[in-house]
């Protein structure tokens, strides 16, 4: 088979199996990078990619998983040394059966900007200089496999097409719930890589066949019918005893089989899978054709965890820009971007679904204040964003920071726009806004509004962006200089959506300008809109007029079934009630009339991940309280409101970093405060933390770290892969009396259990918790160890109670 026939093929391929497994089993030595193995013994890798080929591989992926720089330290071993010897490898090996070769790329270990330290460009050029050594050495296509991260795979997916033109097929790890480790959803994963030119996407590793499937069927159901779609799910379960994985190849093969529904492009095995199971594939999958029927795709817009499906009226909140409001420009000028993040929380708070963000204050150096803007607000909100700006530098600057699929207002009918920001919407993968004037202006007339809308529709699908991502707005005039102009917006936007299928979208408030008692005129305006099929409303929505009018509407036209959300937002609301939530200048409570009283502000500001927010209130406070009190009274109770809506699943990994960061930022006032005034500080409890001998990855160690700093304990971290006498000396030379360890790699967990029994016999009068993905609680007891903690917060509470904090 030829790279360019990939898709093209009338039958399910086959991919292949677990290439760890196959080293374990020949004696893979702890602490050995699999990698280095392509040139230190390329015999064992080539016939291991030979035993994939013969029983039915048509696509081989190279043993390049761990190819970077950050992996291969120590090594002696180059990036390009690696990949060149095992894409040979694997080349000689695919030859006799005509397979392809796949440089296959992992996770480079480290969390990004702002969850971790790893600059977004740090990581695009990393991912750069694997993906030019996979040219080089003659790869067919490069295979993005086993991502937790949407941020990361699009660094990578950025990295690959800005340096070559081979195909990509990316796929990411699921957790049991539906998401990833840091809490992405199918959904997001699907509208963010396709945008992103990513020709084929799937789901691999963490959970077997089984568990898979559903998140399978999601994963075909967000994309096109016709677009690839394949998956690698592990062999079940890791055994307690450390003995293989619980799914065995008759098993597998069984349990694949409703996956012929699917239509896969191609299906295969990941971590304890074999040529075996593999063999077995040939059977289940013979005469299953590629693709699945056609449907509508719907119009998304998301961020990791939160995926908006614009389908009706959906509020875009308007407030995060700079017209009419002189704060808002003082702000921009002077970088303060905690003021942008108040305004974003409050617009998330009031119901909005999107954030439109417009920076373009006369001055400013617009394309640096917008990069900056998005990955701020992004850190504290996960609605998605619309990135509001005529700048083309500008845009290009936020789409490329943006995480996830965001939307782009706006383009005009003017064809040198066009030109320039039709190809970055294609490029980043983003729904764009389409304005009715050109260089003549807003035509009065609706007829002349639709045409240059049709203009912009088949520039926009020209340019291949999908027509589920092409709105148009139709322009909101004011009615007090053009009344008479007021309908025929309406009436352009009813021909857009019937005539041309494509989305709509207005600002909504334009239409009060200059007129007493705003909200009377722009509700009853944004109703007409809403029965003329208008899907993005950009509005204030804390106007509770306006967002009543949206939640009533899709009642009457039963797109809120049951009245499901309407009774959500308004059950036990009077009506004063209801317009006193509608005053901008409400009065804050007094003092206790929230849980929390003096201290609500603080935790407020903590559980919302504000930074700067949490210091000034910090400081607020520590004019009147003592430092211990504000932790303990407001620090500590607010990172265990975020902790329980963590382990409910209601909030994900990059808030409760950004809490954790937010509560730090507080800790710092706590500590100067503390130093100044020569109080008792001290910790709660030393805790040494280590990811085991041979393990590289340290990423949930390292959350593990900051939650606990945040608790008030300190933490001694030795790092990623340490020795066995590291961790007992430390222990020993420290008094430690709680020691926590890290694996992510089955090949270590032996490491773990000779690190616990080092401390055991070493006589320390210490406990040990242990985590990590490949671990369950019954293996944590099976090694010696006292707990088997979950995740960051489990580790917390275990804390917690073992020096008995409350």
């Known amino acids: 088979m030829k790279a360019e026939d990939l898709f093209k093929q009338d039958n399910t391929l086959l991919l292949d199996g677990g290439m760890g497994t196959m080293l374990q089993a020949a004696g893979l030595a702890l602490g050995e990078k699999p990698e280095a193995l392509n040139l230190k013994d390329p015999a064992l890798i080539e016939s291991i990619h030979a035993r994939y080929a013969a029983a039915g591989s048509a696509i081989l992926n190279a043993n390049t998983f761990g190819a970077s720089a950050h992996k291969l330290a120590g090594t002696g071993y180059t990036v390009e040394q690696v990949i060149a ?168 093969a069984h349990q694949m089989k409703p996956y012929r529904a699917l239509g896969l492009f191609a299906a295969g095995g990941c971590c304890g899978t074999t040529p075996d199971y593999i063999r077995l594939l040939n059977s289940v999958f013979a005469g299953c054709q590629p693709g699945r029927e056609a449907h509508p795709m719907p119009s998304v817009l998301c961020t990791p965890v939160d995926c908006v499906t614009v389908d009706g009226i959906t509020v875009v909140g308007e407030r995060i820009n700079p017209t009419g409001k002189k704060r808002f420009q003082q702000a ?18 009031s119901g909005a679904a999107v954030l439109d963000v417009n920076v373009g204050v006369p001055g400013v150096d617009e394309p640096a204040v917008m990069a900056r803007a998005i990955k701020a607000i992004q850190s504290v909100v996960s609605l998605p964003l619309q990135l509001d700006s005529s700048n083309p530098e500008a845009l290009a600057r936020g789409l490329r920071v943006y995480n996830g699929k965001p939307i782009v207002n706006s383009v005009n009918g003017e064809r040198a726009v066009l030109e320039k920001i039709l190809p970055l919407c294609k490029k980043y993968g983003a729904a764009v806004v389409g304005l009715t004037l050109d260089e003549n202006g807003i035509p009065k007339e609706a007829a002349r509004r639709v045409e240059i809308a049709r203009r912009i529709r088949d520039a926009a699908l020209e ?40 989305r709509t979208v207005l600002g909504v408030s334009n239409i009060s300008f200059g007129l007493p008692c705003r909200p009377y005129l722009n509700t009853t305006f944004l109703t007409m809109a809403m029965s003329a099929g208008l899907d993005l409303a950009i509005m204030n929505p804390a106007s509770e007029e306006m967002m009543a009018a949206v939640y009533a509407y899709n009642v009457l036209t039963n797109r809120d079934k049951q009245s499901a959300a309407y009774i959500a937002r308004y059950a036990g609301r009077t009506l004063p009630q209801a317009a006193a939530a509608a005053a901008p200048s409400a009065p804050a409570p007094a003092e206790g009339a929230e849980p929390g009283g003096i201290y609500a502000p603080l935790m407020k500001a903590v559980e919302q991940g504000l930074k700067g927010e949490a210091a000034a209130q910090t400081r607020a406070l520590l004019a009147e309280k003592e430092p211990l009190a504000v932790v303990d009274e407001a620090l500590i109770p607010a990172l265990d409101v975020v902790g329980a809506k963590y382990e409910k699943g209601t909030l994900f990994l990059p808030q409760l970093l950004q809490a954790a960061s937010a509560a730090q930022s507080a800790f710092e006032e706590i500590k100067t405060a ?65 020691v926590g360890l890290s694996a992510l790699m089955t090949t270590t967990l032996k490491s773990m259990e000779e690190t616990i ?50």
């Open 463 to 502: 340019a291949g962006i999908p027509r589920e991502d092409i709105y148009i707005d139709c322009l909101t005039l004011t009615a007090s200089a053009q009344q008479e102009d007021v309908l025929a917006t309406v009436q352009a936007l009813r021909e857009c959506k019937e005539t041309l299928g494509v």
């Open 332 to 349: 921009v000028r002077e970088g303060d971007m905690n003021y942008l993040l108040e305004v974003a929380v409050s617009q998330a708070e």
């Open 757 to 806: 029994a080092a401390l055991h016999a070493a006589g320390l009068d210490c406990k040990v918790m242990v985590g990590g993905a490949v671990l369950t609680e019954s293996y944590a007891k099976q090694i010696g160890a006292d707990w088997y903690a979950k995740d960051a917060k489990q580790s917390a509470d275990i804390a917690r109670a073992f020096f008995g904090v409350s």
């Open 674 to 738: 503390i130093a100044k005034n020569g109080a008792a500080g001290g910790s709660k409890g030393r805790i040494l933390l280590a990811t085991v001998k041979g393990d590289v990855h340290d990423i949930g160690k390292n959350i593990v770290r900051v939650i606990l700093e945040n608790y008030g304990f300190e933490v001694i971290d030795l790092g990623r892969d340490v020795p066995v006498e590291a961790v007992v000396e430390t222990a020993r030379e420290k008094e430690i009396h709680l």
């Open 85 to 252: 010897a095992g894409i040979g490898c694997a080349k000689r090996a695919a030859a006799p059966y005509g397979a392809l070769v796949a440089l296959d790329v992992g996770p480079l270990g480290e969390l990004l900007e702002p969850s971790g330290t790893l600059a977004f460009e740090d990581a695009v050029e990393e991912y750069a200089r694997i993906v030019r050594a996979g040219v080089a050495a003659g790869a067919d296509l490069v295979f993005f496999e086993t991502f937790t991260d949407l941020y990361e795979l699009k660094a990578a997916l950025l990295a690959c097409k800005e340096n070559c033109d081979l195909p990509i097929l990316a796929s990411m790890s699921f957790e049991a719930g539906g998401r990833t480790f840091t809490g992405c959803t199918v959904e997001s994963f699907a509208a963010t890589a396709r945008g992103l030119g990513a020709d084929a996407l799937g789901i691999n590793c963490s959970l077997g066949p089984k568990e898979i499937f559903p998140m399978a069927q999601r994963l075909a159901a967000a994309l096109p019918g016709d677009y690839p779609v394949f998956v690698k799910p592990n062999a079940g379960l890791p055994r307690a005893d450390g003995s293989g994985y619980d799914v065995t190849p008759q098993l597998f």
